[in-house]
């Protein structure tokens, strides 16, 4: 079965600008997450698509959106990227349990 | 507020030896832990996972205790080998819509 899958694996932007991700879910997985992985940081809860819908969002500005296709795979937007959006953004899926299944992530660099 | 942290931030252990990795949590409502395992530049790995209604659980090599009267969980690795040296993170789950994650212990294997 395939994991989850994230791309780009890195991206390098300069201030200001757009940045868009994508994660494709573990077949049969219905639910994605995003999350944001600063340097020496935890994970920090970013948003939370199922069935196509934004269920949730964490503490982020409204900048941070994205959005989830009928397929089930997502797009996670930046919008006028700042130095401290630089960060390792991780992509989960889940089905009906409660276990997160992770990507690898996409590294974002904002020069 | 709530939180889950981690005791301590770096572990060094000798190959062989066992390894143990804390956690503390503070929400007595939590229902369902995780322990995840992300090497250098991948994304988390689901390592074990241990409901409310049990004290211990265990996996290959592995073993998580849960002492919910102190609201403490720890992850066991028995004959911890160089391939184990990765960071940990423990994760607290209250409903499947929100988890929260601890910054991570990093584990250390001395050859």
């Known amino acids: 079965e395939a994991g989850v899958t994230q791309s780009p694996t890195h991206l390098i932007k300069t201030r200001g600008q757009q940045a868009t991700l994508r994660c494709s879910p573990i077949?049969?997985?219905?639910?994605v997450y995003w999350y944001q992985q600063a340097l020496g940081l935890g994970l920090q809860f970013l948003l939370w698509?199922?069935?196509?819908?934004?269920?949730n969002r964490g503490n982020f500005p409204p900048r941070f959106s994205g959005r989830q296709f009928p397929n089930y795979s997502s797009e996670l937007n930046v919008n006028a990227l700042e130095l401290e959006d630089s960060a390792l953004y991780l992509c989960a899926s889940i089905r009906v349990s409660d276990t997160q299944y992770f990507g690898p992530g996409t590294r974002l660099t904002v020069l | 507020g709530e939180s889950v942290g981690l005791h301590l931030p770096t572990l060094s252990v000798q190959e062989g030896d066992n390894s143990i990795i804390n956690c503390a949590y503070s929400?007595?409502?939590?229902?369902?832990f995780i322990w995840y395992k992300q090497e250098s530049g991948k994304g988390p790995q689901f390592i074990i996972d241990i409901r409310s209604n049990m004290d211990k659980r265990q996996g290959q090599r592995v073993t998580v205790l849960l002492n919910k009267t102190v609201k403490h969980l720890s992850l066991q690795i028995a004959a911890t080998q160089p391939g184990d040296s990765a960071v940990y993170f423990c994760a607290e789950n209250r409903s499947y819509q929100k988890v929260t994650f601890g910054i991570g212990t990093k584990l250390q294997v001395i050859p």
């Open positions: 077949s049969g997985h219905t639910s």
């Open positions: 698509y199922d069935e196509g819908e934004e269920r």
């Open positions: 929400n007595s409502a939590s229902d369902y």
